[in-house]
């Protein structure tokens, strides 16, 4: 059975910290999805990392995928308190299943003013 | 990117009626799903909603009780039957992804309250 495990699932932190959240999944997987979702809204897409060694950026946030380590972590460099919500990692194209993508847990992240 | 809508935003359902939920995507896309989320949870995959033929459901799931409708590459539809407190849940439409899209985008979400 495919496992998605984020961690840590709560996280507060001080603005201009620097902090990762990681995900680790337990199966071959060609696709890993970084969500943001707020309070009471829908899913947000960030990144979709398709390739080992694959990294991206888009303001504070930086995602990477280690296919061989099955990791992908989303760090936040000096973080503000609009970068506050929860986030999702997700993992596709999984058991030839090209439609099919899991969910981990999610990490609560609070970012203190 | 994709936008989605979804119809209603909300609704409050007496137990055993059922509920239909439509999903409108703004672009022809290949793959359409249906998830589930409890307040607080993460969200967990129903169905893969295929373009004229029969849904293809996860486990814990079944046609009976949530029959699903995609008449064309746009449009899909979750019916939720004969409800319970149980299903009260967001339900969320969601669209593209897999190795054609490989980004998938999420509609709002239906908030359902069933008394």
């Known amino acids: 059975e495919l496992k998605v495990e984020q961690n840590p699932l709560f996280l507060s932190m001080q603005e201009g910290k620097n902090y990762t959240i990681y995900c680790n999944y337990s199966t071959t997987s060609d696709r890993l999805y970084w969500y943001r979702q707020d309070p009471g809204k829908s899913l947000e897409s960030l990144f979709v990392l398709l390739s080992n060694g694959a990294v991206k950026q888009e303001g504070r946030l930086m995602a990477s995928l280690d296919t061989k380590a099955r990791l992908s972590t989303l760090h936040i460099t000096a973080a503000v308190h609009d970068l506050s919500a929860t986030y999702f990692c997700?993992?596709?194209?999984?058991?030839?299943?090209?439609?099919?993508?899991?969910f981990g847990k999610g990490t609560r992240l609070h970012i203190l003013p | 990117s994709a936008v989605i809508s979804q119809k209603p935003s909300r609704d409050i359902c007496q137990r055993g009626t059922s509920l239909t939920i439509q999903c409108q995507v703004d672009s022809q896309v290949t793959m359409m799903f249906w998830y589930r989320q409890q307040p607080g949870q993460s969200l967990t995959l129903i169905a893969t909603a295929n373009q004229g033929s029969e849904a293809t459901y996860e486990s814990g799931f079944v046609i009976d009780k949530f029959p699903i409708s995609r008449p064309n590459l746009t449009f899909s539809t979750l019916t939720v039957s004969n409800m319970s407190p149980e299903d009260s849940s967001i339900y969320l439409c969601s669209a593209g992804g897999g190795r054609i899209d490989n980004e998938q985008f999420f509609g709002p979400g239906t908030r359902l309250t069933v008394l």
């Open positions: 997700a993992v596709g194209g999984i058991m030839n299943r090209d439609d099919k993508i899991i």
